[in-house]
């Protein structure tokens, strides 16, 4: 996994980000929660495909105009402009390695276009901050404006003059109320609440006359009639955060808006509370949901976690052990990625913990294949090396010594480690082929048996005509006992006729199938004497070949355990901390059972091998 350099920037305040409502009504209204005031998460409003140039070319617009920056916009091109830079990294990543480079050596080249990004990001970190602290400092302002306001107007309700007299200033103080929007958060409903007291109390003072008074009264409640309307609709938006939004614009026009006739009052201001009740719920409980979301998030995360960090790399020796592990651990990556956000104080944590568990497995593979790869270098050498012994030999016809001093070579072949891939075969031709070249010589000044060779096909022939000949009316036990007993007999009995050898061995095999099938005799049973028929075939070839056959199935059944070691480790891992319950764990089971009994078949193949080729040895 590659880093995503992170460029935090300070958090803006609301109001410079979208405008809103300096003010709240009455505290019977439930507040939104604190980032409901904020744009919304991220990961809702993704950049559009960009190429980087693009995206710096945006963040410089961005740079110059500061005071119309989303904190959304800003993370949007941040997570663009490193899926980008990522993405190349890892191609000239794949590159080196597949140029012959070991990972570890991989140096990643300077990105210029990356230092540009963080110079841009620097200047809008920067700018941000200074707008953020501008604003509170004309909050502040704003504040003792407010304030000043409330005691003229307290002075005009408390003055003993006719408020007739005063109206025309209290006009005006309400245009200049109007006027200052933003202050501090916390000051919001407290200035809200004098506010309209004096207001409230100037007006039940003022002595208009009543066409003036009923007029402006009515106006009003036109105006808030129209607003708990269009705060009622909006129980019905579908986009809960946009109706919020509008709700806050309605909330301060409601609050700037005059009051209506004492009688009512209450009505009007209840009914538009009902309404942003309604309004404030619905919200709440989206931001609870996205909440809720981004918990189960982190609990899908953790669990990753906590998975790549239980592996056990020491358990790990084959490359084949490897390869499985890491594609398991590349799927949870992938997994990872369609997961969402985690709460955002625990985001970045939760990366962390996954990034540095995925880099300490990687690390230990490639110290892994590294030492893999200089011990395949070493056991190429001592491999040459026997091939040149073989060469020396194959032209000896000393029968009998020189294919003791090949089959020490065939067994100290075995003992040394795999080599590459790219050399595997070419080194194992030589050594095989110099090899095979000498027994086949032997086999040729051997020609004598071929007497003995034509008396064991009359044998075999002889054994073929018995099998044929069991009634199958015969009692079961007694019939597969005097199978056995012939299978047991026809595998004593040494080599035929090279051109009769396939023809025998199929007429057989056509009999035994259907003794087998006719008094069901057990699979494994079936598979080793079959086997054992096949390697009285081998035999004929010489020891080479039964060394051949024997490696290969020595590799069979390493690669068997290991396999039956991941499904233990694996059942001892679900049964700790799995929940999945117990059909995982039965298959798992299953799989267990059948390997421990392929294991056990093919050690009965390889002591076969074994006798036969003591037996070769003997001969």
Same mark, same amino acid.
Request: charged share 35%; hydrophobic share 35%; glycine share 2%.
């Given at each position: 996994?590659?880093?995503?350099h !992170? ?6 305040p ?6 809103k409502?300096a003010?709240?009504?009455e ?6 929660p604190a980032e409901?005031t904020?744009?919304? $998460?991220?990961?809702?409003?993704p950049?559009?495909?960009l ?6 070319a945006?963040l ?5 105009h500061a005071?119309n920056?989303?904190?959304?916009e800003?993370?949007?091109?941040k997570q ?8 190349e990294?890892?191609?000239?990543l794949k590159q080196?390695?597949?140029n ?5 050596d991989?140096?990643p080249?300077?990105?210029?276009a990356?230092e540009?990004f963080?110079k841009?990001?620097s200047?809008?970190?920067?700018k941000?901050?200074?707008l953020a602290?501008e604003?509170?400092?004309q ?5 003792q404006?407010?304030l000043s ?5 307290k ?10 007299k005063n109206? +025309?200033?209290f006009?005006?103080l309400q $245009?200049q109320w ?5 202050v501090?958060a916390?000051?919001v409903?407290e200035?809200?609440?004098n ?8 007006? !039940?003072l003022?002595?208009l006359n009543?066409?003036f008074r009923?007029?402006d ?5 036109e105006i ?7 705060a009622?609709?909006l129980?019905?938006?579908?986009d809960?955060v946009s109706?919020?939004?509008q709700?806050?614009?309605l909330n ?6 005059g009051?209506?006739a ?5 009505e009007?201001w209840?009914?538009f ?14 931001f ?9 998030n982190l609990?899908?995360k953790?669990?990753?976690c906590?998975i790549?960090?239980?592996i056990d ?6 490359p084949?052990?490897w390869e499985e592990?890491?594609q ?5 990556q992938a997994?990872?990625k369609t997961?969402?956000y985690a709460? $955002?104080?625990m ?5 962390e913990?996954?990034?540095k568990?995925?880099d ?8 892994f ?5 200089e ?9 040459r090396?026997?091939c040149?012994?073989a060469?020396?030999l ?8 020189t294919?003791e001093?090949?089959?020490k ?7 040394i480690?795999?080599?590459n891939?790219?050399?595997?075969n ?5 050594f095989i +082929?110099a090899c095979d ?6 086999n ?8 003995q ?6 044998k075999?022939k ?8 069991i ?5 079961t036990e007694?019939?597969t ?6 299978m047991?007999?026809?595998?004593n ?8 050898k396939?023809k025998i061995?199929?007429q057989y095999h $056509?009999v035994?199938d259907?003794l087998?099938?006719r008094f069901n005799?057990?699979?494994s049973?079936k598979?080793?004497s079959s086997?054992k028929?096949?390697?009285s075939?081998?035999?004929e ?14 590799r069979?059944c390493e ?13 001892g891992?679900l ?6 319950g117990?059909?995982?764990?039965n298959?798992?089971n299953?799989?267990?059972e ?8 093919m050690?009965?193949?390889i002591?076969?091998l074994d006798e036969?080729?003591?037996?070769e040895?003997?001969?």
């Amino acid at each position: 996994m590659t880093d995503t350099h !992170d460029t935090n920037l300070p958090e803006m305040p609301a109001e410079l980000e979208e405008k809103k409502c300096a003010e709240a009504p009455e505290p019977a209204v439930t507040e939104a929660p604190a980032e409901a005031t904020t744009d919304e $998460q991220p990961q809702e409003q993704p950049a559009p495909r960009l190429s980087k140039d693009e995206i710096l070319a945006r963040l410089q617009t961005l740079a110059d105009h500061a005071e119309n920056i989303t904190r959304a916009e800003i993370d949007s091109l941040k997570q663009a402009f490193y899926k980008q830079h990522n993405a190349e990294q890892e191609a000239a990543l794949k590159q080196f390695v597949e140029n012959g480079g070991a990972a570890d050596d991989f140096v990643p080249t300077p990105d210029p276009a990356e230092e540009d990004f963080k110079k841009i990001m620097s200047v809008i970190k920067e700018k941000r901050s200074e707008l953020a602290a501008e604003l509170e400092k004309q909050k502040e302002m704003n504040l003792q404006v407010k304030l000043s306001i409330i005691e003229e107007l307290k002075d005009l309700v408390e003055s003993p003059d006719d408020p007739n007299k005063n109206y +025309t200033e209290f006009k005006k103080l309400q $245009q200049q109320w109007n006027e200052v929007t933003l202050v501090p958060a916390n000051k919001v409903n407290e200035l809200w609440k004098n506010y309209q007291l004096y207001v409230e109390k100037f007006y !039940d003072l003022l002595k208009l006359n009543n066409e003036f008074r009923e007029y402006d009264f009515k106006k009003n409640l036109e105006i808030k009639l129209r607003l708990c309307e269009a705060a009622e609709k909006l129980a019905e938006e579908p986009d809960v955060v946009s109706a919020f939004h509008q709700w806050q614009k309605l909330n301060e026009e409601f609050r700037d808006t005059g009051p209506v006739a004492k009688e009512q009052r209450d009505e009007i201001w209840a009914r538009f509370r009902a309404a942003s009740t309604a309004v404030h719920k619905r919200h709440q409980q989206h931001f609870e949901a996205l909440k809720e979301r981004e918990r189960n998030n982190l609990d899908q995360k953790t669990v990753i976690c906590e998975i790549v960090e239980a592996i056990d790399c020491s358990g790990l020796t084959t490359p084949m052990q490897w390869e499985e592990k890491a594609q398991e651990v590349i799927a949870l990556q992938a997994k990872w990625k369609t997961i969402g956000y985690a709460p $955002q104080k625990m985001n970045v944590q939760i990366y962390e913990r996954f990034h540095k568990a995925c880099d300490e497995f990687f690390r230990k593979r490639n110290e892994f294949f590294k030492a893999m790869k200089e011990n395949m270098n070493v056991n190429l050498e001592k491999k040459r090396a026997l091939c040149e012994k073989a060469e020396a030999l194959k032209d000896s016809t000393d029968w009998k010594a020189t294919a003791e001093e090949l089959t020490k070579l065939q067994k100290e072949w075995k003992t040394i480690g795999p080599v590459n891939k790219r050399h595997s075969n070419e080194v194992w031709k030589r050594f095989i +082929t110099a090899c095979d070249y000498f027994f086949e010589q032997r086999n040729q000044a051997q020609s004598a048996q071929r007497g003995q060779e034509q008396e064991n096909l009359e044998k075999k022939k002889a054994i073929i005509g018995q099998l044929a000949a069991i009634d199958e009316n015969a009692d079961t036990e007694e019939a597969t006992q005097k199978v056995r007993e012939l299978m047991k007999e026809w595998n004593n009995i040494g080599h035929v006729p090279l051109k009769e050898k396939d023809k025998i061995y199929k007429q057989y095999h $056509q009999v035994v199938d259907k003794l087998f099938e006719r008094f069901n005799i057990s699979a494994s049973n079936k598979k080793l004497s079959s086997f054992k028929s096949s390697i009285s075939m081998l035999q004929e070839g010489g020891n080479p070949q039964l060394y051949r056959e024997r490696e290969k199935l020595v590799r069979i059944c390493e690669n068997m355990k290991s396999e039956l070691q991941t499904y233990e480790n694996n059942l001892g891992f679900l049964n700790a901390s799995s929940k999945k319950g117990n059909s995982l764990l039965n298959e798992l089971n299953r799989k267990v059972e059948k390997l421990k009994a392929d294991i056990e078949l093919m050690k009965e193949k390889i002591k076969v091998l074994d006798e036969s080729i003591n037996s070769e040895k003997q001969a």
